[in-house]
């Protein structure tokens, strides 16, 4: 992962039923005030989708990149949340989505944003009266009657209603549809819960959307009393498919948000004193526990860190990777010089690393056995690939290993 990208967090959190929902916390990059939030939001994803729908994780991750934690998560029943889904319904889903905004208030901070898309959005008008510390709610192609979603299995309705349920296919995948989820949508009315937000509404709606009409958000901002906004999505698709898409709903409810949203402050930081590393030298330093470390060059940045199996976060190439990445890096560079010195036809060179320990009478110092397969392409005959094999082994940083060396770690005199 690069250090300026947003990063993502598998978590989970239990329903009212105890059941376990699947959930990704989105965060700032962590160069961006150590990756700390600023604000929390809760995405609430559409109809029969998950957390990973494109929509979701690209608004998300936009997101984050502009200083919001974000929560999306499957409801109960879908994606990789436990449940079955023919026991929910809308209120069920509300009800997911109020266990999420407490996740976040209990782990990590309060929830100030609520974003739902589709029947999300939905969702998120009639939980937002319920989470006190909600400033600011966004919807996307939402309906103002979760009602409306009866409309993917009309043809169906008679035999729910007969037989008490249905298997119907929904994008493709078939679920099952119980009367009591007719019945609960049935029930449900958005108007008083619209009227009675306290909180900015914004609304986006594309005018092409063949799956929520764009007359349902005209009724969403017609009740709503208090600071309202609505924004047109374009040529977008319902489910935001195109990248630019979502990207453009997320700048636009990210710019929106920062004047009904309280930030979090940040203090002033003065510039570094400590001057940047020499070319050829690095630094390395921690950035998140337990293993996470930044490791900085002359102009570039990148992360180090263990694998999830040895307690790590798996941000970054563990040690023995950067080791192996440095000793294959500097192989392809020393074939690629030597070549084009000699003007032979080497068209791409590609190494595959590997290195493993073996015993020795030492306990203390078993020997590490690195093995380099060099893939060469190109038209050479049998002596040129014979040569460029046995230059591979006198590149700079194989000359640093398999040589004599010295070692010092001392403590920095801060000079």
């Not at 099952?176 to 949508?185: E, G």
Request: glycine share 8%; hydrophobic share 40%.
């Amino acid at each position: 992962m690069a250090i300026g990208a947003p990063r993502s967090e598998k978590v989970t959190f239990e329903n009212a039923g105890g059941e376990t929902l699947a959930a990704r916390l989105d965060l700032p990059p962590l160069e961006e005030g150590g990756g700390q939030p600023r604000a929390y939001c809760v995405f609430a994803h559409c109809f029969t989708c998950s957390k990973d729908i494109h929509a979701a994780s690209r608004v998300a991750r936009t997101l984050a990149s502009r200083g919001f934690g974000v929560l999306r998560f499957d409801f109960t029943g879908l994606g990789s949340s436990d449940g079955d889904f023919a026991n929910t319904n809308f209120s069920s889903n509300v009800e997911d989505l109020l266990r999420a905004a407490d996740y976040l208030r209990e782990h990590h901070g309060p929830v100030q944003l609520l974003v739902g898309h589709s029947l999300g959005g939905a969702a998120v008008l009639a939980a937002a009266r319920r989470i006190d510390t909600v400033e600011a709610v966004a919807t996307i192609g939402a309906p103002s009657d979760p009602g409306h979603v009866a409309h993917h299995f009309a043809a169906s309705i008679d035999e729910i209603e007969a037989r008490g349920e249905a298997e119907v296919t929904l994008a493709g995948r078939s679920f099952r549809i119980k009367k009591q989820f007719l019945d609960d949508i049935g029930e449900q009315t958005l108007g008083g819960a619209i009227g009675d937000l306290d909180a900015a509404l914004l609304v986006m709606h594309a005018p092409l959307d063949d799956t929520v009409p764009i007359s349902e958000a005209r009724k969403i901002y017609e009740a709503a009393r208090g600071f309202k906004s609505f924004v047109s999505l374009g040529d977008a698709d319902h489910l935001l498919t195109k990248r630019a898409d979502a990207e453009y709903a997320a700048d636009l409810m990210t710019a929106w948000a920062r004047k009904y949203v309280t930030f979090a402050e940040r203090p002033e930081t003065p510039p570094s004193e400590v001057a940047p590393p020499a070319v050829g030298d690095v630094r390395v330093e921690e950035v998140e526990r337990p293993y996470t470390n930044v490791v900085r060059t002359h102009r570039h940045a990148f992360l180090a860190d263990e694998p999830a199996e040895v307690g790590g976060n798996d941000r970054g190439a563990s040690p023995f990777e950067l080791l192996l990445s440095s000793l294959g890096a500097c192989t392809t560079m020393t074939l690629r010089m030597y070549a084009d010195r000699k003007r032979w036809p080497l068209e791409n060179v590609r190494i595959d690393m590997s290195l493993e320990k073996e015993p020795t009478d030492d306990p203390k110092h078993p020997l590490h056995r690195f093995t380099g397969d060099i893939t060469i392409e190109g038209d050479l005959d049998a002596t040129q690939r014979e040569r460029l094999i046995e230059i591979a082994g006198r590149c700079p940083v194989h000359r640093a290993i398999a040589g004599p060396k010295e070692i010092t770690m001392r403590e920095a005199t801060g000079d």
